[in-house]
Nanobody, 123 residues
Framework: QVQLVESGGGLVQAGGSLRLSCTASGRTFSTYAVGWFRQAPGKEREFVAAISRSSTYYAESVKGRFAISRDNVKNTVYLQMSSLKPEDTAVYYC??????????????????WGQGTQVTVSS
C-alpha cells in the first residue's frame, strides 16, 4: 500500500519561504511521477509543480519562485517555496502516479495522494 506524508507547512509572512516535504512508503519516487497541487477555500484544486525522471514542470503562477526536487535516497520530494504571496495560501497536496501516459497538470494522472499540509501567507 502506498502512503504519502507531507510536512513543512505553516504560517509565513509575505516574501518569506517554506519547504514542503513529501515522503513515500510503498512506492519508489524515482520511477514514478510526483506532483504538488494546492486548493484554496472555495476554489478547485490546481497544479503547482511536478517532477518526472529528470524533468520538472511548474504552473505559471509559481515559476521562478518555487522549485521541486527529489532525494532518491530519502525517497522524498521537496517543494521549495520562496517569495511567497498571500495568494499562495492553500492546502498543499503531493501526489504520485505512473510515468507512462503522465500529464503533469491533470489530477487524473496521479493515483495516490497525501493528506495535505496547510500553507498560510500573511500580508
Amino acid at each position: 500500500q502506498v502512503q504519502l506524508v507531507e510536512s513543512g507547512g505553516g504560517l509565513v509572512q509575505a516574501g518569506g519561504s517554506l519547504r514542503l516535504s513529501c515522503t513515500a512508503s510503498g512506492r519508489t519516487f524515482s520511477t514514478y511521477a510526483v506532483g504538488w497541487f494546492r486548493q484554496a477555500p472555495g476554489k478547485e484544486r490546481e497544479f503547482v509543480a511536478a517532477i518526472s525522471r529528470s524533468s520538472t514542470y511548474y504552473a505559471e503562477s509559481v515559476k521562478g519562485r518555487f522549485a521541486i526536487s527529489r532525494d532518491n535516497v530519502k525517497n522524498t520530494v521537496y517543494l521549495q517555496m520562496s517569495s511567497l504571496k498571500p495568494e499562495d495560501t492553500a492546502v498543499y497536496y503531493c501526489a504520485t502516479g505512473p510515468i507512462y501516459g503522465f500529464v503533469y497538470y491533470r489530477t487524473t494522472s496521479y493515483d495516490y495522494w497525501g493528506q495535505g499540509t496547510q500553507v498560510t501567507v500573511s500580508s
